[in-house]
């Protein structure tokens, strides 16, 4: 159990696109997901925090326009990168929360997204 | 601010036992996990420690002093595949639930 899928695994876009990366908990309800950002051999570096029907929380010198979360359902959250540099290059990873509060405030996360902008 | 600290990087050789330390200055603090991460994976929870004391949890234990801001993961009995990167993340309720991850350790087990 407690599995998260995250979608596309990798993709390659032109400067200037937008690109939309899904996160989805597949057999439970996620009040809580998270969206990680992680330059190779560093750390993980939490973007935002989304909890569902709300507005996601932003991180400090995250911008909220560049990064667009939505959490329409305790079973899914998007990341929008809007209009896309090469400098958004970097590997994105999502988690989530389970609702079960014998869950011991596990994150569970997905198998990441490479975003490579040329 | 918060901040959290991990050696870089630990050698061992198969069989061996290692322990990872993780010291930790946060407000809101009120836990202590790990994860492991192999090269382009996921990071996969470990363990979780909200009490001093130490967890158990088959060849992984992890320990937590709450105040020396202090905990550390026990890998015994190494095997080539607990070769992975292993990060400290504290749990954190400030304006939101949240984790914050350390600089990680690189683990490298030799035959």
């Known amino acids: 159990g407690a599995v998260v899928s995250q979608h596309p695994s990798w993709v390659i876009c032109k400067s200037g696109t937008s690109v939309k990366i899904e996160c989805r908990s597949l057999d439970f309800q996620a009040t809580t997901m998270f969206w990680y950002r992680q330059f190779p051999k560093q750390s993980l570096m939490l973007m935002a925090t989304?909890?569902?029907?709300?507005?996601?929380?932003?991180e400090q010198g995250v911008e909220k326009d560049k990064f667009l979360i939505n959490h329409a359902s305790l079973t899914l959250s998007t990341l929008t990168v809007t209009s896309a540099h090469p400098e958004d290059s970097s590997f994105y990873i999502c988690s989530a929360r389970a609702k079960d509060p014998l869950a011991k405030n596990i994150q569970y996360f997905g198998a990441g997204t490479r975003l490579s902008v040329l | 601010g918060q901040s959290l600290e991990q050696p870089s990087e630990v050698t061992a050789v198969e069989g061996a036992i290692v322990q990872i330390n993780c010291t930790y200055q946060t407000s809101g603090f009120y836990g202590l996990s790990w994860y492991q991460q192999h090269d382009g994976g996921a990071p996969t929870f470990l363990s979780y420690?909200?009490?001093?004391g130490l967890e158990e949890t088959g060849r992984f234990s992890s320990f937590l002093s709450r105040s020396d801001s202090y905990g550390y993961l026990l890998l015994q009995e190494l095997q080539m595949k607990d070769s992975a990167s292993y990060f400290c993340a504290v749990h954190i309720l400030y304006n939101t639930d949240k984790l914050i991850f350390g600089t990680g350790t690189r683990l490298q087990v030799f035959p």
């Open positions: 989304s909890n569902e029907g709300s507005k996601a929380t932003y």
């Open positions: 420690n909200a009490l001093d």
